[in-house]
């Protein structure tokens, strides 16, 4: 079993930037995807980015401003948020498998607000 813990959200003005933390307990090596969602007030949760052994993904509406990694000394993905702009604030929430399919997450984290300000 894996529990996944956000953290990092908060609020900050247009063009700045915050670090968005997941820890997981549990057995962390052996997760392969993990990714970054986010749902904003009346939408739907939309992918941000994922990363697998093998390969990351971005959504386009964050290319080149946000940057996902994983550090598995520390059990931790973290997720960079750079640029920002009124447009990210939402809920962010990390999800995490053993499978590759970020598309199909068994392990989901509790969110943690992102609020950008103009």
């Known amino acids: 079993q894996v529990q996944l813990v956000e953290s990092g959200g908060g609020l900050v003005q247009a063009g700045g930037s915050l670090r968005l933390s997941c820890a997981a307990s549990?057995?962390?090596?052996?997760?392969?995807?993990m990714a970054w969602y986010r749902q904003a007030p009346g939408k739907q949760r939309e992918l941000v980015a994922a990363i697998t052994r093998r390969t990351t993904v971005y959504a386009d509406s964050v290319k080149g401003r946000f940057t996902i990694s994983r550090d598995n000394a520390k059990n931790t993905m973290y997720l960079q948020m750079n640029s920002l702009k009124p447009e990210d604030t939402a809920v962010y929430f990390c999800?995490?498998?053993?499978?590759?399919?970020?598309?199909?997450?068994?392990?989901w984290g509790q969110g943690t607000q992102v609020t950008v300000s103009s």
């Open positions: 549990g057995s962390f090596f052996s997760l392969n995807a």
């Open positions: 999800g995490a498998d053993t499978g590759a399919n970020w598309n199909s997450l068994k392990y």
